[in-house]
């Protein structure tokens, strides 16, 4: 299997889904209930983790999962509000230094976790691990 053919597509992909993510959310700014650039910005995130996941590319998959669960919930509230509307664009960035980073080295680096942590609503120094300790006891 040629990986670089794969790498290519994906970077060539994701590129254009970032592009219409970051539309997406211009407009949710201007308007937090537009249900449409809602849809589009978590099909967006949908598409890029399948196409990372796929390729084993493990940071940007749990990245874009994370804006996708965070979409999800602001889909299910009607509307994105303030502090979801700049975890989306911390995330959109984060994407975008991934991608630009895998284009230049051909490696996805690892993603941010006190991003993952603050998209996730959880404290940024607390491991997953260490969650699972406490529900444990």
């Given at each position: ?6 790498r ?8 254009e ?7 997406a ?24 983790k399948?196409m ?6 493990q ?14 919930s ?22 975008e ?6 284009r ?9 976790a006190?991003?993952?942590?603050e ?9 997953p691990?260490?969650k ?5 006891r």
């Amino acid at each position: 299997m040629d990986l670089a053919k794969y790498r290519a597509l994906f970077l060539e992909e994701a590129t254009e889904h970032l592009a219409e993510l970051s539309r997406a959310l211009l407009a949710l700014e201007k308007n937090a209930a537009d249900a449409d650039a809602i849809d589009l910005a978590f099909r967006m995130a949908h598409s890029i983790k399948g196409m990372a996941a796929s390729l084993d590319y493990q940071g940007p998959a749990e990245l874009s999962h994370k804006l996708e669960d965070l979409l999800a919930s602001q889909r299910a509230a009607g509307a994105v509000d303030a502090r979801a509307n700049a975890l989306l664009f911390r995330a959109l960035e984060g994407l975008e230094r991934m991608v630009a980073t895998l284009r230049a080295t051909g490696e996805a680096p690892a993603a941010d976790a006190a991003l993952l942590a603050e998209l996730s609503g959880a404290p940024a120094r607390e491991s997953p691990a260490k969650k699972v300790r406490a529900r444990l006891r």
